[in-house]
């Protein structure tokens, strides 16, 4: 069985991009001939991915915008599809579940078994004991919160203990505890590219996943210095956005391959 | 409109109770006859209402137990029911959740407009600005994490920056900066009583939920003791296995009554 460690790095290589795209589709924000069907967020995100498909090494639907509506039957769709019809790109679960044993082995089973994503972003701040029921799905991969891009994202992380900020105890952890399957990423946003360099220097070559590039501002040729592995990948480049609204009009999925591909071609030239 | 607050505080006077019963439905732990019917969630979680609904001052039904076999169709249909039969008791929908603005916002409307739930659980490892889209809804509790009950809490929130615990961090912003339409509580765990007593301090009359009573192995009589404000109240006492599960007979609902009608009385004598 091919484990998502595995398959992130083949995307990486065959595919020849860093580049998630995010699927978070919003309903007030699509095109006004979608909005009104019944499934709508499928059938954008059906468009979506056939138009960026060939420029992205992942997808990461972010589960709010569908559990929000009622819609959860239409993010199984998305993965499934994905997972048909591109099945050599990995889903990436952007849930930010945790929670204590009996309930985390629930969520890791919606993220795992009920939507089959090949990986799921967690919540640290319960503990490394609550991050083992997640890690026990050894061919999944698990994306653990620790530097995040949101301006507020110091109020806890930066916090220094020990001489040292929790986002970085963090990913202490990540690399020399709970690694045991090799099944470990981090979530560190390009927001924060000084954060990258560190965290990097930390982890070695664990993936990391960067929010932040596009909409929230994140400059892309420090990210690319600062947190690229000797190997020059180790990054998932997330954009949502600026990808997927790059257009409101009927020409949003052209709209969106043009965003992706030329962001694609940008994340290689600074590699 | 009745806030959360307002009614959480209404519902410990008339029920003269700070029980919370945690509805956690396991679909392998439920009683023979209900595991075959295809609303089994909804068919036990009601029959357990009906039984405890005289000693208790709040429900919380966790999400996962839902979301990881495609129920939230049960889920609603629960809350609905709870909302419908016994209007004073405010239901409070542990879930966890957290996540930047544009997608804390889907969150808060899964929580509140979908749910329709009087409150629900947050973790605030992303900082205070992901928690405003939550704290938006005036008329809403949101429980924050501050010191959970399970046994590696500790390894991010017992961290001491500036001479101070993580989990102390949290609860001095909840108390000074966050609770501007007073409308949070905190989540400590009954695993760490000396913690129930330091954040109580902290935080004066906010509501704390605790859970780790019952299968955790809390302790009751020390809980009350450094949790209770001086109204006696301000204590939402959680326990989910222990009642729910008191019996796995076709009896367990008059099982669940005894226990919650016991606990009942043991907290208040406390008191």
């Not at 795992?112 to 701040?125: G, K, L, S, W």
């Not at 890690?135 to 109020?155: A, F, H, M, W």
Request: a neutral charge; one cysteine or more.
């Amino acid at each position: 069985m091919t484990t998502f460690t595995e398959k992130l790095r083949q995307s990486w290589r065959t595919q020849n991009s860093l580049l998630c795209v995010g699927l978070d589709p919003d309903l007030q924000k699509l095109p006004a001939k979608l909005r009104k069907q019944p499934d709508a967020l499928f059938q954008f995100n059906r468009e979506i991915i056939d138009a960026t498909a060939s420029w992205t090494c992942a997808y990461k639907p972010q589960i709010a915008y569908y559990s929000a509506i009622s819609a959860e039957n239409q993010l199984e769709r998305t993965i499934e599809y994905i997972q048909v019809n591109y099945p050599h790109l990995p889903v990436i679960l952007d849930a930010k579940r945790g929670d204590i044993g009996p309930t985390a082995q629930m969520y890791a089973r919606e993220a795992f078994v009920r939507y089959r994503a090949d990986a799921v972003t967690v919540n640290p701040y319960m503990g490394g004991d609550t991050l083992a029921p997640f890690l026990q799905y050894t061919d999944k991969g698990v994306i653990v919160l620790c530097r995040t891009s949101n301006p507020g994202s110091g109020e806890f992380q930066e916090l220094r203990a020990d001489h040292c900020p929790i986002a970085h105890h963090v990913a202490e952890r990540a690399a020399t505890k709970w690694n045991v399957h090799n099944n470990i990423g981090l979530v560190v946003g390009a927001t924060y590219p000084d954060e990258i360099r560190l965290i990097r220097k930390i982890v070695g070559d664990m993936p990391l996943l960067i929010p932040g590039i596009g909409t929230q501002g994140g400059d892309l040729p420090t990210v690319l210095e600062n947190g690229l592995t000797k190997a020059k990948t180790g990054l998932l480049i997330n954009l949502s956005r600026s990808v997927i609204y790059a257009s409101s009009g009927s020409d949003f999925a052209e709209s969106a391959a043009r965003e992706a591909k030329n962001i694609n071609l940008q994340i290689n030239q600074y590699r």
